[in-house]
């Protein structure tokens, strides 16, 4: 925040304002990632993969010839469905596990299992289809794939969910459900309805007011720069891959369990990565197995890299909301109910997740716990689309763009200001209603945004002939606190401590941008500290390597800032005992006749002391050596809040909407990195926006081709319409552990959308549920242009 | 292969990338010469590189000159943006040939102490966030940077973002780039380069 965040308790090195460790490396375009590693000039012989692509939103192959394609000059191998290794492969699902490393028998979705490794049957336009090639230039691979004679069953599709989930609709997984088009539900709940506290019906009976809102949340692309792919060799019986999907651990296991292949054989390497933003979370993907199988066929290299078109390859999933809200005079809501329509795409991945598992493991415990009648209904539908993996959470942003808007038209229809209403009715279930953390979140936020000079709807001042301004906000429980992450078992860190006092840091995660390594090297500096050294005598050691020997932390959640740093004054205190051993036998003392402070060592009873660093390299030059592997405390704490306000500009003639400005607030018990944090914030504002705003995959809905996956036609924010945010941290909430903290990097955008739609009504006095809003959505809503498709129409 | 029933069809799934066309009625070959990051080099076209290779494909698969990225591959997003004669230019939309007789810098070109690559580095100043978050967006805005502040040693803040919006990050680092943008051209300024 301007002027700096004051910490609550003042750390050495952690929650300090400092240049983030690999900003040297990256700015000088020394960081590799994996494009930088998969070059000819360093794998030479290497082949590229290319895998042929569905030109039908559904069909089947009905037969194949590759002869020609084997034929051409360069190509090194054609693999095909047909083939035995290729056949005889398991079933296999695009999203095994939400954060930890997970086996085949033990995945989480298992009820799904929807994928094949190269299928002859295509569920959208661009679905891997069953042929892939190994050539000597990208080129080659993709004139093979020109040669391959296909004979197509196209089959009809279906774009929408609603009209996905009628009879007779085309049948996308008969494999799932041979009748139709809905998942089975959640193995987690066996009914639709997959939560019911209290009685909703005596509920809504004992409100004054009832309110019912709808949201309509797109299938928003990830779209990191940096692609997907992986690099596959073989020597000997022994696999190497390195990729740029951020779970190392997790995809030794995958290509383990689907190659049946012991997990000493595999090894896999995170070099840098080019961006995540939890797209990794559908890491479970075939490509890796089918380019493991021509490596080995070729005994080449061989790569497989998405184009940008192809990478445009899972997405935030879409998710319909209604909500119905009902509360007494006094503003105490007495019931709500929740129900989502999810449109997973053509496979299921993670939109159960979404709609379903982490509604009922994170929204409702965190923010609906003290409402006391509570139904919640989800029905998960496959279309011909583009899937939906996790983005920046799962599921959160799409409840909220329900939840935001029902708040504020509840409390408008009891005449309350929606920040009293939010204080006096919301809190996690492991602590009273006000909530401190929420108070403290709301209020910062309104005090910044200015909110005591709110007009009511659509009555402010009109700007330049024609624009409305207003003012709106959401909020929601943060993402990740650390008895939220224990499902992820021992984990794992290690220093060596080199006879000169300098340090080796082994915190396994990938680097994906999100400055979790900053985050470990100070809390490890702050541990060590009294080694007298500091973060510049760390070194972090940047490629995630399976064979290094340490589990890796997967990037699939922001509590990376802090769970490997729990196990930082472990490592320290490990440390601190080896050197006292050392010194001990040079000073002919007892260890516990010693102290260190400051990088000395004194005999506690008499004047002698002598450096540590004296201490280290006067003896056998063999570095200390400190490894800790253990669980997070199981302490349950809740979770603290997070909430965003914008001021947003309509032009009533256009329809154009302007967000001018934001404020981004986060309670996060302990701010890690300040400067990272900060970057979560006001970073999280540019996809948040384009989410609401600028960002949408546009299909023709004649064929089912979507149109705009590239970068010119699929807009992203630019430097030029991101609006000046204000990022504001908070300590107020305290977690367990030794730093008592929560991530935020996915909840940076949980508020957003909803918050510019209360802007909207705010400004203009319209409601709009839909994202992204566009400007006829805007004029239709004011009723300047006819509605092309109202709600009701689709259903 | 030749049985269609009425809901079949053959579809051919590629059309020929440039780098096939290009086998197919070879030019004879010639040379062109570029100075890359101040060093004249020559290759031979149809032998060395493709008269249809860019640029970024030369200087990243050919030359191992990696810091700038190929993102999107259509002039979009400025991850390869170098510089051709103190100029910004996009490397995946420029033919190699193209720049023939030319001086060519790329992120590896610039010396270890570039007050814009410090400024990037090193930014943290609250209120901001780092300017730089996952770093493949990092070199192409470098540059861009560099290609600014050679033709506009004083930008404000406006001209920054106007100058820098062909570029794209995805982690949203804009705001703290536009600090780093400004400071790198006080630090130059200072230091008289």
């Keep these: ?795 | 292969m030749s049985r269609m029933s009425d809901r079949s069809e053959r579809t051919s799934t590629a059309a020929l990338s440039t780098e096939e066309r290009s086998e197919g009625g070879r030019a004879p070959t010639y040379s062109i010469r570029i100075r890359i990051n101040g060093a004249w080099q020559e290759f031979e076209v149809g032998r060395d590189i493709e008269a249809s290779h860019t640029l970024a494909y030369l200087l990243r698969e050919r030359l191992g000159l990696t810091g700038l990225k190929v993102a999107c591959d259509e002039g979009a997003c400025g991850a390869c943006t170098v510089l051709m004669d103190g100029q910004a230019i996009l490397s995946c939309t420029t033919l190699a040939v193209e720049a023939d007789g030319h001086e060519v810098l790329t992120i590896e070109g610039l010396p270890e102490d570039d007050p814009v690559i410090e400024a990037f580095a090193e930014q943290c100043e609250p209120g901001f966030g780092t300017a730089l978050q996952c770093g493949y967006c990092t070199p192409g805005f470098v540059m861009a940077t560099k290609g600014l502040l050679n033709e506009n040693p004083h930008p404000t803040l406006d001209e920054v973002k106007e100058a820098l919006s062909g570029n794209l990050c995805r982690c949203g680092c804009y705001a703290a780039i536009g600090q780093a943008v400004l400071r790198a051209a006080d630090k130059m300024d200072r230091q008289g380069r």
């Excluded at chain 1, 081709?705 to 300590?731: G, Q, R, S, W």
Aim: include cysteine; glycine fraction near 8%.
């Design chain 1, 1 to 795: 925040m301007k002027g700096g965040f004051k910490p609550r308790i003042v750390r050495n090195f952690v929650g300090t304002y400092r240049p983030k460790i690999d900003g040297w490396e990256k700015a000088r375009g020394e960081a590799e990632y994996l494009d930088d590693i998969a070059l000819k000039v360093r794998f030479p012989g290497m082949l590229y993969a290319k895998v042929l692509r569905s030109p039908y939103a559904h069909a089947r192959i009905k037969s194949l010839d590759v002869s020609r394609a084997e034929q051409l000059p360069g190509v090194h191998a054609v693999l095909t469905y047909q083939d035995p290794e290729v056949a005889s492969l398991k079933p296999t699902q695009g999203g095994w596990t939400p954060f930890f490393t997970t086996s085949y028998d033990r995945m989480t979705w298992p009820t799904y299992k929807d994928r094949r490794v190269l299928s002859d049957h295509v569920r959208w336009v661009g679905d891997e289809a069953g042929v892939v090639v190994a050539a000597e230039s990208e080129g080659t691979a993709q004139e093979a794939l020109r040669l391959v004679e296909v004979e197509w069953e196209v089959l009809p599709f279906v774009l929408d969910p609603f009209e996905a989930m009628k009879p007779g609709a085309p049948v996308i997984h008969p494999e799932i459900n041979p009748n139709g088009n809905v998942l089975p539900p959640s193995p987690f709940a066996d009914s639709e309805v997959f939560l019911e506290s209290g009685d909703v019906e005596k509920g809504f009976a004992e409100a004054d007011v009832i309110i019912e809102m709808e949201s309509d949340y797109h299938h928003a692309d990830h779209a990191c720069l940096g692609t997907r792919g992986c690099l596959i060799h073989w020597e000997g019986d022994k696999l190497t891959c390195y990729t740029s999907y951020y779970q190392a651990d997790q995809t030794r296991m995958h290509i383990t369990q689907m190659l049946d292949l012991p997990l000493h054989k595999v090894r896999v390497i995170n070099p840098y990565i080019g961006g995540s933003f939890g797209r990794g979370n559908t890491g479970e993907q075939p490509f890796f197995i089918f380019t493991a199988i021509l490596a080995k066929r070729t005994r080449r290299p061989v790569l497989f890299k998405h184009t940008r078109r192809e990478d445009f390859h899972d997405s935030r999933n879409k998710i319909i909301y209604h909500c119905k809200m009902g509360a007494k005079k006094d503003g105490t809501i007495t019931a709500a109910h929740f129900k989502s329509i999810g449109d997973a795409g053509a496979y299921s991945d993670h939109t159960m997740a979404a709609t379903d598992y982490c509604v009922r493991g994170d929204f409702t415990p965190g923010t609906l716990a003290h409402i006391p009648n509570l139904k919640m209904e989800t029905y998960v539908a496959y279309t011909n689309k583009i899937p939906g993996g996790c983005k920046r959470g799962i599921g959160n942003n799409q409840i909220n763009l329900v939840f935001g808007p029902a708040v504020d038209l509840l409390s408008e229809e009891l005449g309350m200001d929606p920040v009293e209403l939010a204080i006096k009715n919301f809190g996690h279930e492991w602590g009273p209603v006000p909530d401190e953390s929420l108070e403290a979140v709301l209020h910062a936020g309104a005090r910044r945004i200015g909110w005591e000079n709110r007009h009511r709807p659509g009555a402010g001042p009109t700007y330049d002939g024609f624009k409305k301004r207003g003012l709106g906000f959401s909020f929601h429980n943060s993402w990740h606190a650390l008895w939220q992450e224990v499902p992820r078992g021992h984990i794992q860190v290690s220093v060596r401590v080199n006879p000169d006092c300098t340090v080796i840091l082994d915190a396994p995660t990938a680097e994906t941008g999100t400055g979790s390594n900053t985050c470990n090297v100070l809390s490890c500096a702050d541990a060590l500290s009294f080694l007298g050294i500091g973060p510049e005598e760390i070194q972090w050691i940047s490629h995630t390597d399976t064979e290094r020997g340490l589990k890796d932390q997967v990037q699939t959640d922001s509590a990376i800032a802090f769970v490997q740093s729990e196990m930082m004054p472990k490592v320290g205190k490990i440390v601190r005992e080896k050197v006292l051993q050392l010194a001990a036998a040079q000073f002919e003392r007892k260890a516990e006749d010693l102290d260190i402070i400051d990088g000395q060592v004194f005999v506690k009873d008499t004047e002698e002391e002598k450096s540590v660093k004296d201490v280290l390299w006067q003896a056998d030059l063999v570095p200390i050596l400190a490894t800790v592997s253990e669980p997070l405390p199981e302490e349950v704490t809740g979770t603290p809040f997070t909430a965003t306000f914008v001021e947003v500009e309509v032009d009533t003639e256009t329809g154009q909407v302007e967000v001018l400005r934001a404020v981004v607030v986060h309670d996060c018990g302990t701010v890690m990195y300040p400067p990272g944090a900060e970057g979560q914030q006001v970073g999280g504002q540019a996809m948040a926006l384009g989410e609401t705003l600028t960002e949408e995959i546009v299909y023709d809905e004649t064929t089912g081709v979507p149109l705009n996956f590239n970068f010119i036609d699929y807009k992203l924010m630019t430097m030029l319409d991101c609006p000046e945010v204000d990022p504001v941290l908070l300590e107020v909430w305290k977690g367990a552990g030794e730093y008592a903290a929560c991530g935020l990097g996915e909840s940076v955008t949980t508020c957003t959308p909803a918050a510019v739609l209360n802007a909207i009504y705010n400004a203009v006095g319209v409601r709009i549920g839909t994202i992204p809003v566009k400007p006829e959505m805007v004029l239709a809503a004011l009723g300047k242009i006819p509605d092309r498709v109202s709600q009701e129409e689709r259903r």
